[in-house]
Each structure stands twice: as structure tokens, then as C-alpha cells.
């Protein structure tokens, strides 16, 4: 009940997110809206993987981590980069 509560309150994040990610004024705003729905959608993986008791869904987890750290260093370099 309470994992269920938790994704709905993670959906509606994800909600601001893809508005921010719409309407953002600037690259900067959108990098870190990209950034918050990335770890939104990591986090009710995360969940999903605790309720099923899958232990693979937990190395996805691990492995969209990894990879999200990279991702926000090469955004973060992009949007350092402006003309």
C-alpha cells in the first residue's frame, strides 16, 4: 500500500519534470529536469524491484546510476560550453 503511494507521488514528480523539460527558460533549467525525471524514473525502478523481489531489476538500478552519472557530467559540459 504504501510502495503504491510512494509511485504515485513519484509519477506526479515526474509530471513537474516533463514541464519543466516543456517550458524551461533556459538549457540549464531543462538539463536539470532531464536530470530530476532520470533519477524519478530510477527511483520507481527501484521500488517496482522491491515490490517484485527481482533481483535483476536491482542491477538495472545500479547500472542506470552508473550511466546517469555520466550522462550529467556530459550535460553538465554542454551546457558549460555556450557560445
Given at each position: ?28 533549467d ?14 520507481a ?18 547500472v ?20
Amino acid at each position: 500500500m504504501l510502495l503504491d503511494i510512494v509511485l504515485v507521488v513519484l509519477a506526479l514528480s515526474m509530471a513537474v519534470a516533463i514541464g519543466r523539460m516543456a517550458y524551461g527558460p533556459t538549457k540549464a533549467d531543462r538539463v536539470v529536469a532531464v536530470e530530476f525525471g532520470f533519477v524519478i524514473s530510477v527511483a520507481a525502478i527501484a521500488l517496482v524491484a522491491v515490490r517484485s523481489d527481482s533481483p535483476s531489476l536491482f542491477d538495472l538500478v545500479l547500472v542506470m546510476t552508473l550511466v546517469g552519472f555520466l550522462t550529467t557530467m556530459s550535460l553538465a559540459h554542454l551546457v558549460e560550453r555556450r557560445p
